[in-house]
């Protein structure tokens, strides 16, 4: 019956639906199931699917107790610092890394007892090693409040506080360096081994293979492993301890006893150099199970072991549910339980790749293409709406590129392994021996790329009509599933047909506009798509994340249909403005990047520059840009030096429709416009600078009486936008507001 497997269940959904629902099921409704579970056990004694049922009832109650037990006592005085700033003491546990303005660290605190993991932001960049003892002042955020990322990393990851450094720190000397800090130092220390040994490209994909560093991968190489749809490869995850576990038995020659006492601590020593992410956390404890099942000679059940695995990630830590590295990790693992044996069976059936047994050549690639294939398909059933959800992409390569690529992965892991050993006794030919291995690191990068620029390498949740495609191909799927005759071919074709109608009415949507505003959700920054007949601007492009901020723009561009625009519009060079353009324009190109002539102190034009086919304009004097029955008019800064002040201001005008849009401009440079402008009354209204209290002002909104303000704004901003006073402003003057907090992604259409 599986018990433990099905225990696991019930108490995996009771965390998950707390995770995502708290304070829906309180603690009252777990005795009450308790309660019937009890009692429909014992009604139902005789019966198997009763026993399952009240099996997963009752772990389900088990699980709706624990959590609450979680949440209100272990994380009680965690959550008690939320807001709050004090001096504290934090012992690093892994190095501290660089940023933009200084470096993260992460380590642990003491709070009445309790042990919490914490990740530290400092004002300066340092060389901080694990064990160090800081000493300071620091604001705390309590990461569960937080936004998606924080819900699924950090909540995920067991890190329930952020510290921000409010005043001068006392370093101490590092302690001695207990064994639980040996994996942060092993993996610095095959890191700088890696670099000493391939070239930067090939090193940073090493490092990510290997132990996990993704930071050498640049944003280009990290689009092209998405589109092209083995991201995995380069997230340590199962795939790399079954190659691991594999090397390893090979080694010890299948020999039960040995390949288990070396294969277990080895197994745990790769999972601690990996961080304990919860992906790799999951594939050891099933890889060690199995080892113990042969060790003793028991049957080893994977569904088991995948129940076993997951019940006790979660009961050491609830919130690792919500972890993408979590759901993903597992989902992958019920869709291989569930249909790999299914579509193995269905390849190597005489109608189609005929019998593989035997030794021969033909047989083993029969057994290797039908195995590859088989569970490549059923893995993405269940991880491709998750994909879809978490990244919102769905690849349409991702199974030719398995199948170049993922074999060959093996190989590169165990050269790169066979290279470091080999460096510790002969280092000139530990590096012939990485020339190969840096061939072979740069075919799959090779592969990556042009399987990416394939047209529909990919389709994004951007679009509407995407989602419902989806919806509708898995609702397909259960109906396929329920029927004992499956025409593959005809789910196949529908499957086919539903997409092409769908990029269809995509790509034709934005055409049937005269006038189409988008206004993407970044968070705090500005990105706005300007449609209209056949044409499209992009004014802006930052936010939160630089590289967010462009995967929305692109994506959102691409699901249309467009891979050129006609311009992008740099109203200044704040990062939350034109922060994420350079990534933008290694994905989409663009006719022409319109850049304000002002002070550009952090060298963002160049670097836009470098980026664009062609060369920028810099926009000195008012420009107007003509097509059709619309028109695009650029008002020059009317300084280089006045910071906000000076952002360059965009009039998009169309037969019906008049948008403007300031910048982060106050008052004084909404009133330096008006002085040189003769503005129309407006339809729509970027709010300036965010919704600020200084910007939008009465003499901006008296003289074009907007009927719509669209605020681009991001959720629970330190700032404080939008300031009351501005929402109380534009409101007297009967305009209707829209925020990108609130309302996510704005589109006016006209």
């Known amino acids: 019956m599986r018990k433990l497997m099905w225990f696991s269940a019930g108490f995996c959904g009771a965390c998950i639906l707390n995770a995502y629902f708290y304070r829906v099921t309180p603690l009252w409704l777990a005795v009450c199931i308790g309660t019937c579970s009890l009692v429909g056990f014992f009604l139902f004694h005789g019966h198997k699917a009763a026993k399952i049922v009240t099996l997963l009832v009752f772990s389900f109650s088990v699980g709706i107790c624990w959590f609450c037990l979680y949440d209100s006592v272990h994380l009680m005085d965690a959550r008690a610092l939320d807001g709050k700033t004090q001096n504290v003491q934090i012992e690093l546990t892994d190095f501290s890394r660089a940023n933009s303005y200084g470096c993260t660290a992460e380590g642990k605190i003491t709070v009445n007892g309790k042990d919490y993991q914490v990740v530290a932001y400092l004002d300066e960049e340092k060389q901080l090693m694990p064990g160090t003892v800081i000493e300071g002042t620091f604001r705390f955020r309590f990461t569960s409040e937080g936004g998606l990322e924080e819900a699924t990393y950090h909540r995920g990851e067991g890190i329930y506080l952020l510290a921000y450094q409010q005043g001068d720190l006392v370093l101490s000397e590092e302690k001695e360096v207990s064994m639980f800090r040996y994996p942060a130092v092993l993996r610095r220390m095959i890191t700088q081994r890696i670099d000493e040994l391939f070239p930067e490209d090939a090193a940073a994909f090493a490092k990510a293979l290997l132990v996990g560093d993704r930071s ?13 749809g083995i991201s995995h490869i380069i997230a340590v995850s199962g795939l790399h301890v079954t190659i691991l576990f594999t090397l390893l038995h090979t080694v010890f020659l299948k020999r039960r006893v040995l390949s288990t006492l070396v294969g277990i601590p080895v197994l ?65 693992m019920i869709g291989i339980f569930l249909f790999s044996h299914r579509i193995h069976g269905w390849l190597l059936d005489d109608k189609r790749l005929g019998s593989a047994k035997g030794k021969s050549v033909i047989a083993r690639l029969k057994r290797w293409f039908a195995g590859s294939i088989s569970i490549s398909l059923s893995a993405s059933v269940i991880t491709i709406p998750l994909v879809a959800i978490y990244f919102g992409t769905v690849s349409l390569v991702s199974l030719v590129t398995n199948l170049l690529v993922v074999w060959l992965v093996t190989y590169v892991f165990y050269g790169i392994v066979f290279c470091i050993l080999l460096s510790l006794v002969f280092m000139q030919l530990s590096a012939v021996a990485a020339a190969v291995v840096t061939y072979l690191i740069y075919f799959v990068l090779v592969t990556a790329k042009m399987i990416s620029k394939l047209p529909f390498a990919a389709v ?29 071919l005809l789910m196949f074709c529908c499957t086919a047909i539903t997409l092409c109608a769908s990029l269809v009415a995509a790509w034709a949507e934005p055409l049937l506009d005269e006038c189409r505003v988008t206004v993407l959700d970044v968070g705090q920054g500005q990105c706005v ?62 006719d022409t990047v319109f850049l304000p002539d002002i002070l550009d102190e952090n060298a963002v034009g160049l670097e836009i520059e470098s980026h664009s086919s062609s060369k920028p304009v810099y926009v000195k004097e008012d420009l107007l840009l003509a097509f059709g029955q619309s028109k695009l008019t650029l008002y020059a800064p009317d300084s280089r030096n ?61 003289e074009t009486m907007p009927e719509y303000v669209l605020i681009s704004v991001g959720r629970n901003n330190r700032y404080g936008h939008p300031a009351d006073s501005l929402l109380d402003r534009v409101q007297k003057y009967g305009a209707h507001i829209y925020r990108t907090d609130q309302n996510g992604t704005i589109i006016f259409r006209r």
Request: proline share 3%; with cysteine.
């Open 216 to 228: 050498g991968i640049d944003y280009e190489m990290n689009t092209a492993f998405k589109v092209s």
């Open 268 to 332: 745990i020593l790769f999972a601690a150099v990996a961080g304990f992410s919860p992906s790799v956390t999951r594939a050891c404890i099933m890889q060690c199970l199995m080892l113990l099942a042969t060790l003793l000679n028991r049957e080893y059940d994977p569904p088991t072991a995948l129940g076993a695995a997951a019940l006790v990630m979660v009961v050491v830590n609830p919130m690792v549910v919500i972890s993408i590295s979590f759901q993903l990790s597992v989902g992958c």
């Open 460 to 488: 994004y949740t951007q679009s509407q009509y995407i989602v419902i495609w989806l919806v509708f191909t898995y609702l397909m799927l259960a109906v396929f599933l329920c029927i004992k005759k499956k025409p593959v």
């Open 529 to 590: 798509l300007l449609q209209s007949e056949g044409r499209s601007f992009l004014v802006d492009c930052g936010g939160d994340s630089a590289t967010k901020s462009a995967d929305l723009a692109t994506e959102t561009l691409l699901s249309q249909g467009i891979s050129r625009l006609d311009g992008i519009i740099v109203t200044h060079f704040d990062a939350d403005h034109a922060g994420g353009i350079s990534y933008l324009l290694t994905r989409i190109q663009a």
């Open 642 to 702: 006045m910071g906000n002040e000076s952002s360059m201001c965009v009039l998009f005008q169309t037969e019906n429709c008049d948008i403007l849009i300031t910048g982060d401009r106050g008052t004084l440079g909404e009133m330096l416009l008006l002085h040189k402008a003769q503005l129309p009354k407006l339809e729509v209204l970027i709010a300036g600078h965010h919704g600020s209290a200084s910007s939008t002002g009465d003499k901006l909104l008296t």
